[in-house]
């Protein structure tokens, strides 16, 4: 591969104009491809089709027509039963009935949602919030209207009455952005209320579709802003503006080739994909800049087609090892099962296999077309480099003390990992002060809670008509409502106990189920009759043998999930019987399979991918100890980000699940670059402590300098409008530079154990 590699490195240099000429075209056609990139922002299709949960939330979706939900509500510190705050809430309710993205029937508030009431010996259905009050008095008789119904209280209403909530249900074939933009377009225009009253915005479909929103942000910001932080950088490392801007446009036509074969293949973008750009703009400067700096030190003496070519083949085989290293820790993601986490492993990968090409034909072609600054001519060791090979030497007198200090800090890290969690809260990808992230918390508080999870009740044909079975259901609706983080559980058994308690003139003492089934069945016939039938199909179905819960939960984490769902199966087992089943799912119940895929998939990967690592470095030393060494870096710096996690409270999400696929895809680079130097250096004749000082002198400003400009490269993501992206970033930074410095530390070690021989593949020079 190396040989066909420089042959291709000598055409570019040779040809370089037409070089340049075909990279473009290329570039041009993958471009094209780019406006047609799509965000898809619904958290299901994250998911494998076939996965139980996913299966199981569409099933319910299809059996009662429950849908993702738009959240909206009125606060009031004072209370929102006052005209002006229940008009105000009456005007959301109907603006967002009257949206074509949103199931107008199915929208469920004070002004939309039917009451029960009788009239005469019928029951009629009707909203509390026809018509707007015109004074205090008529608030308090909405008020007094629903205060105590279990069908509103908590759910539509908070108790102390502070707050009321809109929930409107998306329509099929409507995406969660489209909606979002509408809702908060529409809020952006309303004026503010003078009376107290905020306007809170939550739910599934809005928190996705922030999402969604967010992700095209950050695709059309934090790429730019990279490239300017880079080509800053570079310039004041290489002082030539030229030379500075050939990693970056390297860099940047990797993007553009991934990105654009992303689009034409016609893949979806998802979070963790919008990581790709930053990715590779960063990664993909890092074997440019360490070509740029052999290439440096090549002088002006020999021609400049001569130097380059020299240079190239100098740096061929790490750049070779690296770019393998880093795409197989990329490449083992792909092995996920979540789609987002399959796709950013391989597109990742296919972009730094363009970066790859790109430094043996565009990389070649440039700098063949470019004159060498004429501060070159005198290649002597800066600096720095003197220092490098002073302190090399140094370390080469003490190897066994620094690989002991190594151990130790290695073990540490470790042992501080072992602490490590992982859980889901999608609210928690905003950062504080996000209107979602805060409304989200406040209804949390006021309300039953804004994570759904759905109990489906099965039984014979017409069971649910029968007094005893609604009793059992009662029963356990009650014990799963004392559960923790349980907030408010609705479902047709409040519907008759509330039809029942108005039939016998709204007695509370009546609150019960009805005593027959023939009465049982009367009333649903009446409920069915007097309102919407649509509105009791989102309780029970026709045939009377399926019911569902509408359990609302109080804390969005996954892992509060985990625990409930076992003991709402015990508890439903227990009171149900044989009479009838339950069967929880819904989006609490994916969140939950989706971090139980992130720990089952993250450590599939790891494994895969550090077992590919370690053939390669096998395959390059033909020494299991010189792999071993080569791999520590990885190994402390690997322990060490778990353990910061750990010690910080952070927990391991799917954004953050790709940070050990970055670690492992960097921190091996400049242990090679380190060991591979070192080993020429000793196959040239040289002692090892003299080896040690050269490897350091050679490799080590070169990683130094490369460490630094990713780092801050990796730190743009600050500006993430994502909380885990920016942890990514800055955690990456720190990666880099915690990798950089001991591998500083390797050639010393590398003494102490035989040289390899490695594989020949061009005639090497330590020069």
């Known amino acids: 591969m190396l040989h066909f590699m420089l042959r291709l490195a000598r055409r570019a240099a040779a040809f370089p104009k037409l070089t340049i000429v075909v990279v473009l075209l290329l570039t041009a056609g993958f471009a094209s491809r780019l406006p047609t990139l799509h965000v898809d922002d619904e958290v299901l299709n994250m998911m494998p089709t076939d996965h139980p949960a996913r299966v199981l939330q569409e099933r319910i979706e299809q059996q009662f027509g429950v849908r993702d939900l738009v959240i909206l509500a009125v606060e009031n510190a004072h209370g929102v039963f006052n005209p002006e705050s229940l008009a105000r809430l009456k005007a959301l309710s109907d603006f967002l009935a009257a949206q074509p993205g949103i199931v107008s029937e199915d929208v469920a508030s004070l002004a939309a949602t039917d009451n029960v009431v009788a009239h005469g010996d019928e029951l009629l259905m009707r909203p509390p919030l026809r018509a707007i009050p015109h004074d205090a008095a008529g608030a308090r008789l909405i008020r007094d209207g629903v205060q105590d119904n279990a069908l509103f209280t908590g759910r539509l209403i908070s108790r102390d009455g502070t707050v009321a909530a809109i929930y409107a249900p998306i329509a099929d074939g409507t995406t969660r952005e489209a909606v979002y933009a509408a809702v908060m377009k529409h809020l952006s225009g309303l004026a503010p209320p003078d009376n107290g009253d905020r306007i809170l915005v939550s739910g599934k479909v809005m928190i996705e579709g922030a999402l969604g929103t967010a992700m095209r942000s950050d695709l059309r910001h934090l790429g730019p802003i990279v490239v300017l932080v880079l080509l800053a950088l570079l310039t004041l490392t290489f002082r030539n503006p030229g030379l500075a801007l050939l990693p970056v446009l ?49 002088g002006l003496e020999r021609p400049r087609h ?14 070779t090892l690296t770019s393998v290293t880093t795409a197989a820790g990329f490449l083992a993601v ?17 972009g730094i296999g363009v970066a790859y090409l790109l430094t043996f034909t565009l990389t070649p072609a440039y ?19 003197k220092g490098l090979a002073a302190f090399g030497r140094r370390l080469a007198r003490r190897p066994i003390l620094v690989g002991l200090a190594l151990m130790l800090i290695g073990g540490l890290a470790a042992w501080g990992a072992s602490g490590t969690r992982v859980d889901e809260n999608w609210v928690n990808r905003f950062k504080p002060g996000n209107l979602v992230y805060e409304s989200d918390a406040l209804l949390n508080q006021a309300l039953g809670g804004t994570t759904m999870l759905y109990g489906r009740i099965t039984t014979d044909d017409g069971g649910l008509q029968d007094p005893q079975v609604l009793a059992r259901i ?19 058994v409040d519907l008759l106990e509330q039809s029942n308690r108005v039939l016998h ?77 339950a069967t929880f799912g819904g989006p609490a119940h994916v969140n939950v399979a989706m971090a139980d895929l992130v720990v089952t998939s993250q450590l599939r990967s790891l494994v895969l991918s550090l077992v590919a690592v370690f053939l390669v470095l096998v395959a390059l030393y033909r020494s299991v100890a010189w792999a071993g060494l080569a791999l520590a870096p990885l190994a402390v710096v690997l322990a060490g980000v778990f353990a910061f996690l750990a010690f910080t409270g952070r927990y391991i999400d799917i954004p953050l699940a790709v940070l050990a696929s970055i670690a492992i895809g960097l921190a091996v680079d400049y242990a090679i670059y380190g060991l591979d130097r070192y080993r020429v250096a000793r196959t040239a004749g040289e002692a090892q402590h003299a080896a040690v000082g050269q ?28 909380a885990p ?43």
């Not at 790709?276 to 070509?291: A, C, K, N």
């Not at 001569?306 to 750049?319: E, F, G, Q």
């Open 505 to 581: 003139g709204g007695d509370p003492a009546e609150e019960r189920l009805p005593p027959s089934t023939q009465a049982v069945a009367q009333q649903l016939l009446l409920l069915e009759s007097s309102g919407d039938p649509n509105d009791l199909d989102l309780w029970i179905d026709g045939r009377r043998e399926r019911s569902l819960l509408w359990i609302q939960l109080k804390d969005p984490y996954a892992s509060t999930a985990r625990a409930l769902l076992p003991a709402m199966e015990h508890l439903a087992s227990e009171h149900l019987g044989n009479m009838a089943k």
């Open 334 to 350: 792909a092995a996920s099962p979540i789609v987002p986490l399959k796709h950013f492993g391989l597109f990742t990968a296919f």
């Open 367 to 385: 700098l063949a077309l470019m004159s060498r600054p004429q501060r070159w001519k005198h290649s002597t060791q800066i600096r720095f480099e």
């Open 306 to 319: 001569v130097a380059l070519l020299a240079a190239v083949k100098h740096t061929a085989r790490p750049i």
């Open 474 to 492: 009662e029963a356990m609706q009650n014990a799963l409502a004392a559960l923790p983080h349980v907030g408010k559980i609705t479902s047709v």
């Open 695 to 722: 490897a350091l002198a050679q490799s080590g400003s070169i990683v130094v300098t490369n460490s630094l400009v990713l780092a801050c490269g990796f730190s743009v993501l600050a500006f993430s409008h994502f």
């Open 250 to 298: 390297t860099a940047v036509i990797s993007v553009v080739w991934t990105m654009g074969l992303l689009a034409a293949l016609g893949v979806s973008v998802y979070l963790p994909t919008t990581l790709i750009p930053v990715m590779l703009l960063v990664i993909g400067i890092s074997d440019e800049v360490h070509l740029l700096g052999v290439y440096r030190r090549q």
């Open 725 to 767: 992206l920016t942890a990514i970033g800055l955690l990456t930074a720190g990666v880099l530079v915690a990798s950089a410095l001991i591998s500083l530390l390797l050639p010393a070690m590398a003494a102490r154990l035989r040289l390899p021989s490695a594989i020949p593949t061009t005639k090497e020079s330590a020069s």
